[in-house]
């Protein structure tokens, strides 16, 4: 038997009289790594705000290890280990890389604001843990040697993963990447893929990533779930999806479909 | 070489533009009368002996000095000699300016009307009582041996002999935190600290005694709005709620420590002490209280409605219902002052340690939480609410505790403020109040503590000692700031991220182990 983390029953999130998800079922393996494709506008990032605690599904509900997010504000969800990142990056921007990682441990620490005051021995032992884990993770992404660089001033790519490594600081058990590789060049890309999948092989992470760039999609995905016009049309395989008459129509409408299938057919073996 | 030369000259005339505001406000002989003071003349004269003038010359220079040996990595003769060059040239300044006062007093102008310290004794004494030509020369050579000083001065900061006896024990990974940390600010954090504490160690013991009852109270004054300022800038500038108001809980501790602490209007006589602690706490309560509304609220709502606040509380003591509960507009008097070991505090002098006693704690208490969870998750707020959330800080907790501690601190000053003045009436709380706080914090840099204090000397201490223009004080006030604020807009000494240094050794280099959660 298959142990989901994410269970997701028939989601709906509307905004006024659209519909941005409608009746969305999603399961996602432990340990694995899923991936959400579709158009633009498909209600992908609205899916991942529902999971995350942005958003308050109108209908359906959404089981986070077995247990429902529904009510939980995104703090308390992040504490039960769930973290994400963001599609358009969301940094603090005047602190430094390793404060941003140490703002993401945020939920494990045990020290409160009169631990700060006297120094007490709690305070000592969770900042030195906290710096040293900061670090490791900085490390981890291949930011060290920024460690004290203030975040706004990384460079685009070192922003992404810095971004990842925040995510990290609580020890997720699911992470949720929105379009990692956005615009970054082919090396950079497979740096990140390398690291995504680094992260759940070595830390058992599962990784829910929403991607528009295929080749990655179809490289490092486990499973594949494609939205268009916030309804699920299609979740399987990479190599399912990628013959998905749905999937094909979805991306390049039926004309462009039928094109598609004549390529194919020409297509030598 | 040339543009060397530049670099140095730029700070020289920086420190002369300082030094002839200086002098044009009498500032110079004030300096002198404190050094005359502090080496022991119990009764100095307004015009006090050359050398302590002199005295004066030399920390000018060595300050236009410092400003142009820094960032330099030269050998020690070439930063000497920058240093030199600047002082040489803040000194021609002086020199000029001395050369304009002679001729004033020679031609025996009246300029007195605007400039009212420049008297024929002033003018006299600022020449060292000597030639006007030897008073000039004499000035342009204690500036420069000032810069050569504070050239020479850096320099041997800089060395590295220095540096490693500095940087001795505080390497790489300590198993404390504050080690950690103190490595952490790195070695400019360092030199501020050490450089400011003996600064204000000096100032804690020595000048209370020595500056008279007026300097007390004015310094009184800027050191009370430090504390202001410090808890402002708890809910200000590390949680980035924008509190317009803020007097309004300083108005809390003023009163808590009138109404427990006066004959009138309740005849209450509790004691300072335990006013001060219920109005710390009264003031914090409220704190809580405004909070709770506000947590749905950002930006520029959640300032409408402090101002609001703000101006409740104010008209509230104003009102002619509760002038039976409060004293209404004419505003309570003779608050009793505080009493330790059976000595009661009556003079300037007492509420002035006193009062760096509360600056003090502040600090303490500001920085200590700026570096700790609870700090980074106020400033990780101020970057972005949703997203501070969503990495796991509980937000509504932490900005409540952060107009808590505010407020505290607001009401601390607030009781403090009230008993040393013997008295507090509404007006004293006014919306002009809370601005002024908020633009010290602004002036002096959003979030650091060195610019708090700035900040509070500029726009409290700054309007006393510009008193000498007299009309044209609010002008002159007005022009620093404006110039002030153009040249650094981060405000004056904006506060900085702590550097942190602990090495990954090699062999430990590996990501963290994954830990289940429970």
Redesign the interface.
């Known amino acids: 038997m298959i142990d989901y983390i994410i269970r997701a029953k028939e989601v709906t999130k509307t905004f006024g009289g659209l519909t941005a998800v409608n009746a969305v079922d999603l399961d996602v393996a432990e340990g694995s790594i899923y991936s959400i494709i579709g158009p633009n506008g498909a209600g992908k990032t609205t899916l991942f705000n529902c999971i ?3 958003y308050t599904p109108e209908q359906g509900d959404i089981l986070f290890k077995g247990k429902s997010l529904k009510g939980s ?3 308390v ?5 769930l ?2 990142t ?1 599609q358009n990056i ?7 890389a ?2 941003n990682v ?8 045990r ?3 009169l ?3 006297v ?1 007490s021995p709690t ?2 032992r ?3 843990n ?4 900061g ?3 900085l ?2 992404v291949g930011l ?1 040697e920024f ?2 660089a ?1 975040a706004g001033s990384l460079p685009y790519g070192a922003q992404r993963r810095l971004e990842i490594a ?2 990290l ?3 997720p ?1 699911l992470l949720l990447l929105d379009e990692p590789t956005a615009g970054m060049n082919p090396q950079e890309t497979l740096r990140m893929t390398a690291l995504i999948r680094k992260l759940r092989d ?4 599962t990784i829910i990533l929403i991607e528009h760039d295929m080749h990655v999609v179809m490289d490092i995905s486990d499973r594949i779930t494609v939205l268009d016009f916030g309804e699920k049309i299609a979740e399987g395989k990479p190599g399912e999806i990628q013959t998905n008459q749905k999937v094909i129509e979805a991306y390049l409408g039926s004309g462009g479909a039928a094109l598609a299938q004549k390529y194919q057919r020409k297509k030598p073996q | 070489m040339n543009t060397s030369l530049r670099k140095s000259i730029r700070p020289g005339a920086t420190i002369g533009i300082v030094h002839i505001f200086f002098v044009l406000i009498g500032f110079n002989m004030l300096v002198a009368i404190l050094f005359a003071r502090v080496s022991g003349v119990k009764q100095p004269d307004a015009i006090p002996a050359p050398v302590y003038l002199m005295a004066y010359s030399i920390t000018m220079g060595i300050w236009a000095g410092v400003a142009a040996a820094q960032k330099r990595k030269q050998e020690f003769r070439q930063v000497a000699f920058a240093g030199c060059v600047a002082g040489g040239f803040a000194g021609i300044m002086a020199g000029l300016l001395e050369f304009g006062l002679a001729i004033i007093l020679v031609k025996n102008i009246n300029v007195r009307d605007v400039l009212t310290v420049l008297s024929a004794n002033f003018i006299k004494g600022t020449l060292f009582g000597m030639q006007p030509a030897m008073g000039v020369m004499v000035t342009v050579m204690l500036f420069a041996l000032g810069g050569t000083l504070g050239g020479a001065l850096v320099a041997f900061w800089n060395s590295t002999p220095f540096q490693a006896f500095l940087n001795r024990g505080i390497r790489f990974t300590k198993d404390s935190v504050q080690k950690a940390q103190g490595v952490t600010h790195g070695k400019n954090r360092l030199l501020w600290q050490i450089a400011s504490i003996s600064l204000l160690a000096l100032a804690v013991v020595f000048l209370p005694l020595n500056w008279g009852s007026y300097w007390n109270y004015v310094l009184g004054t800027v050191g009370l709005y430090v504390v202001l300022g410090l808890g402002l800038n708890i809910a200000v500038g590390l949680s980035g709620q924008l509190v317009l108001g803020f007097i309004a809980f300083f108005a809390i501790g003023a009163y808590s420590m009138a109404l427990l602490n006066a004959p009138l209007p309740y005849h209450l006589m509790w004691g300072f002490w335990p006013a001060l602690v219920l109005g710390v706490l009264l003031a914090a309560v409220a704190g809580l209280l405004l909070g709770l509304p506000l947590m749905r609220l950002r930006g520029d709502y959640l300032a409408i409605v402090t101002l609001g606040f703000g101006e409740i509380i104010r008209i509230l003591l104003k009102s002619d219902v509760l002038t039976a509960y409060t004293g209404g507009p004419r505003g309570i008097q003779n608050i009793g002052g505080p009493t330790i070991f059976g000595r009661p505090f009556v003079t300037d002098v007492d509420f002035m340690y006193l009062i760096i006693g509360a600056m003090l704690l502040a600090m303490f208490i500001y920085s200590r939480l700026q570096n700790s969870r609870t700090g980074r998750a106020w400033l990780a707020i101020r970057e972005d609410e949703t997203v501070a959330r969503a990495s796991g800080v509980n937000t509504v907790r932490y900005k409540l505790l952060a107009l808590v501690i505010g407020a505290a601190f607001a009401g601390l000053a607030g009781a403090i403020f009230a008993s040393r003045n013997q008295f507090t009436g509404p007006e004293e709380h006014s919306l002009m109040a809370s601005i002024n706080v908020l633009s010290l914090i602004i002036v002096g840099g959003l979030g650091s503590i060195p610019g708090t204090i700035m900040g509070a000397f500029a726009l409290k201490g700054l309007p006393e000692i510009l008193r000498e223009f007299e009309n044209y004080r609010l002008l002159a006030f007005g022009a620093l700031l404006v110039a002030m604020m153009l040249s650094k807009p981060d405000g004056f000494i904006p506060s900085r991220r702590p550097k942190f240094q602990i090495p990954i050794q090699p062999e430990t280099r590996e990501a963290p182990k994954e830990q289940d959660h429970d």
């Open positions: 995350s605690g942005f504000s995104t703090d969800i992040a504490s039960r280990g973290s994400r963001y969301r940094l603090f921007s005047n602190l430094t390793l404060e140490m703002v993401g441990q945020q939920s494990r620490l020290e409160n604001w631990d700060a005051i120094h305070f000592r969770e900042e030195r906290s710096i040293v884990e670090m490791k993770w490390d981890f060290l460690s004290n203030i925040r995510a600081g609580n020890r058990s070595a830390f058992n992470i």
